[in-house]
């Protein structure tokens, strides 16, 4: 072609340029479309091979067509060259406008990596820019046409005139990708059509089908189904309901349509609901029923859209868990509570006296003002209490009411949370003479006349054996001593147990509760002072039987 003139060297690559594009628009397939572009640059741009390497969704390149050797076709369609590679090989060499050179004096580096390639044979190049065996040239197609989204990447060897493409050899092979890149989605897009429609037919017949057994699902379900809107004034009003949530409710459905959920919530299950409806979710709640009772529930919620823009529904499933709960509360209270006395066991004490206490040492009363301002106030304030973050002993109990023990020596009216630590004078005897029926009956009795001479927020535990323990919050020294004089004169009259009146005496420790201790020192603090006092008085005073 050197021997021809440039004005027919361009008007010849404009038709050839011209037919490849046409023969793009003939394709039916992204199959089709691919190895059209592959045969387009054999047959009308020059070239003895093409390959054209496609995106995969993960990023990767894939050799999806090849022209112009069978043998080579064989050899790497359908390989996969990773990204990494391929953004190598763009980044690198000679930048020919749009298209990307590699000259065989850098290309050897590529020899090794992953990208699938092939090599031809033939005889080192003579003159500058005729073409060598091991030359590569990288015609990157873009989605759109342009821009940074690559599509993929064309690849070519062995031009037939021998030679280096020149600057109308390249503009062609550029316009070419071009054009490509914009078949290339096109088909996809052709696809993606026909499949979309495909889908959409057969959705179309199970939607139908699916409404059907919808609606026969809903209504004969065996537990409660119930549909209700979501936003708008009528947030949450029941649009419908099935048999066995009426009957559930004991409402009939035309009543629950005037209801929502909300009206129908226990109070104390109120926030729970509204955590569920926002989004949809699961949540385990207490639903009122005709009756006037409550009943344990589990709510599934679904967020349903009727249309694309359309409003949106709650399908809700609620199911019948009364006798789970019921089960499971009584396994909570066996846990944590005496079997004998019913009062809170061991584990349910340290619980609670450990809620009360952080482990901040030497921890400093506040006043009520104090603790606010430490709590909303000036954040320097606060640090200097040590409650803000980053004060000192700062710790996950910052905002915490914290516990100080009064000063015992010196009553000046401080409160704080006292520990009365009890232990039955007598009972072993009781034990030892009229058996272990009458022992616990006898500790079923002190339970109960304990129980009844505290306050509603204080704590009677049975830490075990015959010893109990009373915490109870907001005394000072004196009421403290007052409460332990109450508790033993409660228990000091007989018991009558099978016609027998026995009796036990009670000797009482006073420990203090105090941030920086743990749960385990304060009760050996109020146990060690229990012993001090059961040694202090005389024995006469200590008999039991």
């Known amino acids: 072609m050197e021997a021809e003139s440039e004005p027919y060297v361009r008007l010849a690559t404009m038709r050839q340029l011209h037919q490849a594009v046409a023969d793009l628009n003939t394709a039916r397939s992204l199959a089709d479309?691919?190895?059209?572009?592959?045969?387009?640059?054999?047959?009308?741009?020059?070239?003895?091979?093409?390959?054209?390497?496609?995106?995969?969704?993960?990023?990767?390149?894939?050799?999806?067509?090849?022209?112009?050797?069978?043998?080579?076709?064989?050899?790497?369609?359908?390989r996969v060259g990773s990204r990494a590679s391929w953004e190598r090989r763009l980044a690198m060499g000679e930048t020919w406008d749009e298209l990307r050179f590699i000259p065989h004096t850098d290309g050897w580096v590529l020899l090794d990596d992953d990208v699938p390639q092939w090599h031809t044979e033939g005889p080192e190049p003579r003159f500058e820019d005729e073409w060598h065996p091991q030359d590569r040239l990288y015609a990157p197609m873009y989605a759109s046409g342009g821009g940074s989204d690559l599509l993929g990447v064309i690849s070519v060897d062995r031009p037939r005139n021998g030679r280096r493409p020149g600057a109308w050899g390249r503009e062609a092979l550029q316009m070419y990708a071009s054009q490509s890149a914009i078949a290339i989605s096109n088909a996809r897009l052709r696809a993606n059509m026909q499949r979309a429609l495909v889908r959409l037919e057969r959705e179309q017949q199970a939607l139908r089908a699916s409404e059907e057994s919808f609606r026969q699902a809903f209504e004969y379900a065996?537990?409660?189904?119930?549909?209700?809107?979501?936003?708008?004034?009528?947030?949450?009003?029941?649009?419908?309901?099935?048999?066995?949530?009426?009957?559930?409710?004991?409402?009939?459905?035309?009543?629950?349509?005037r209801y929502s959920f909300a009206d129908l919530v226990h109070p104390e299950d109120i926030g729970t609901l509204l955590?569920?409806?926002?989004?949809?979710?699961?949540?385990?709640?207490?639903?009122?029923?005709?009756?006037?009772?409550?009943?344990?529930?589990?709510?599934?919620?679904?967020?349903?859209?009727?249309?694309?823009?359309?409003?949106?529904?709650?399908?809700?499933?609620?199911?019948?868990?009364?006798?789970?709960?019921?089960?499971?509360?009584?396994?909570?209270?066996?846990?944590?509570?005496?079997?004998?006395?019913?009062?809170?066991?061991?584990?349910?004490?340290?619980?609670?006296?450990?809620?009360?206490?952080?482990?901040?040492?030497?921890?400093?009363?506040?006043?009520?003002?104090?603790?606010?301002?430490?709590?909303?106030?000036?954040?320097?304030?606060?640090?200097?209490?040590?409650?803000?973050?980053?004060?000192?002993?700062?710790?996950?109990?910052?905002?915490?009411v914290h516990a100080v023990a009064p000063d015992t020596a010196h009553d000046d009216g401080a409160k704080g949370l006292a520990v009365l630590f009890c232990d039955l004078d007598g009972f072993k005897s009781i034990n030892d003479r009229f058996g272990h029926h009458t022992g616990d009956a006898v500790l079923i009795e002190v339970a109960r006349r304990l129980t009844t001479c505290v306050r509603d927020g204080d704590t009677v535990a049975r830490l075990g054996g015959d010893e109990f323990v009373v915490l109870a919050d907001g005394l000072g020294a004196a009421d403290a001593a007052d409460l332990a004089v109450r508790l033993r004169n409660a228990i000091i009259p007989p018991i009558r147990v099978d016609g027998r009146a026995v009796r036990v005496g009670a000797s009482f420790g006073i420990g203090w509760a105090a941030c920086g201790m743990t749960a385990e020192e304060v009760l050996r603090s109020a146990d060690q002072r229990m012993y001090i006092e059961k040694r202090s008085r005389s024995k006469v005073h200590r008999r039991a039987g």
């Open 275 to 400: 955590r569920t409806s926002a989004e949809g979710g699961r949540a385990e709640l207490r639903l009122g029923r005709r009756d006037g009772t409550h009943l344990w529930v589990s709510l599934r919620n679904s967020v349903v859209a009727d249309t694309a823009d359309g409003p949106r529904f709650l399908l809700t499933h609620v199911e019948d868990i009364e006798e789970r709960k019921r089960h499971e509360l009584n396994l909570a209270h066996r846990a944590s509570h005496d079997a004998l006395t019913g009062l809170p066991n061991s584990a349910e004490l340290r619980a609670r006296l450990g809620a009360r206490l952080c482990n901040r040492p030497h921890a400093v009363a506040t006043t009520d003002v104090e603790a606010l301002d430490a709590a909303y106030g000036d954040v320097d304030d606060a640090r200097a209490q040590g409650f803000a973050p980053g004060g000192p002993g700062a710790g996950p109990f910052d905002h915490h």
């Open 33 to 78: 479309t691919l190895q059209t572009v592959a045969d387009g640059i054999v047959a009308g741009l020059g070239y003895e091979l093409a390959c054209v390497n496609l995106v995969r969704p993960d990023g990767d390149l894939v050799v999806a067509a090849f022209a112009g050797n069978h043998a080579a076709e064989a050899l790497i369609t359908g």
């Open 222 to 257: 065996p537990s409660g189904m119930a549909i209700a809107e979501m936003g708008g004034d009528q947030h949450g009003r029941l649009l419908r309901t099935n048999d066995a949530l009426c009957r559930l409710l004991g409402r009939p459905a035309s009543v629950l349509r």
